[in-house]
């Protein structure tokens, strides 16, 4: 199976700071990289798909990049709405596999 | 609008089997995979196995023993059994779709039930 790990597990941020959430793949995975957010008690939203392009419907400040086995999400200005749990997965092959979370919280 | 909602006993018995169906509304089931995932309380995903209109599936190798996922294109649906079922299987259930790429490969989950919890309790 392909493990996938998030740096940092954890993160405190201010309204308007700029994040970087980075995903590492234990093989090469090319792009098939997806980044999701979620909120509590609520279904994973999808934000970024194979690596760097913006799912309909979600905010430009969104930015995802890399390839290989490094990626990152990057918020470009933190909004009040963005305090959630974000994970990558990988959907190069199966089983599809998810990283551990990241909880961006308020500072 | 695509739609998923998952539907399913909401409590199982140590050793039975957990039954779930995901019913897909708003457009077609085929074209795309269609999966499961579930989430323990407080942790994180864990994705169970994912099916194609034609039958092919896929499944975690951790719980490939106990699991079967099935379609039904007629009733636009698809179901999950999770056999010999334990206190950690005890989770939010979602099922999910995902955009279908060459080779078993995929372009992210874009569509996403509400979720079901299922709690294994004698």
């Known amino acids: 199976d392909i493990q996938m790990t998030q740096s940092p597990s954890s993160l405190s941020a201010s309204i308007g700071d700029r994040v970087t959430i980075t995903c590492r793949a234990t093989q090469n995975i090319r792009t098939y990289l997806n980044w999701y957010q979620q909120k509590a008690g609520k279904a994973p939203n999808l934000l970024i798909y194979t690596a760097s392009s913006l799912q309909s419907g979600v905010p430009s400040r969104f930015s995802g990049g890399g390839s290989g086995t490094e990626f990152t999400l990057t918020i470009s200005s933190l909004q009040p709405e963005d305090f959630a749990t974000y994970y990558c997965q990988q959907s190069y092959t199966t089983p599809r596999t998810f990283g551990q979370g990241t909880r961006l919280e308020i500072k | ?122």
Not at chain 2, 40 to 56: A, F, Q, T, V
Not at chain 2, 90 to 113: I, L, P, Q, S
Request: aromatic share 10%.
């Open chain 2, 1 to 122: 609008q695509v739609q998923l909602q998952e539907s399913g006993p909401g409590l199982v018995k140590p050793s039975e089997t957990l039954s779930l169906t995901c019913t897909v509304s708003g457009g077609s089931i085929r074209s795309y995979y269609w999966n499961w995932i579930r989430q323990p309380p407080g942790k994180g995903l864990e994705w169970i196995g994912n099916i194609y209109h034609s039958g092919s599936t896929n499944y975690n190798p951790s719980l490939k023993s106990r699991v079967t996922i099935s379609v039904d294109t007629s009733k636009n649906q698809f179901s999950l059994n999770l056999s010999y079922v334990t206190a950690a299987d005890t989770a939010v259930y979602f099922c999910a779709r995902e955009g279908r790429g060459a080779e078993g490969k995929g372009y992210g989950m874009d569509v996403w039930g509400q979720g079901t919890t299922v709690t294994v309790s004698s």
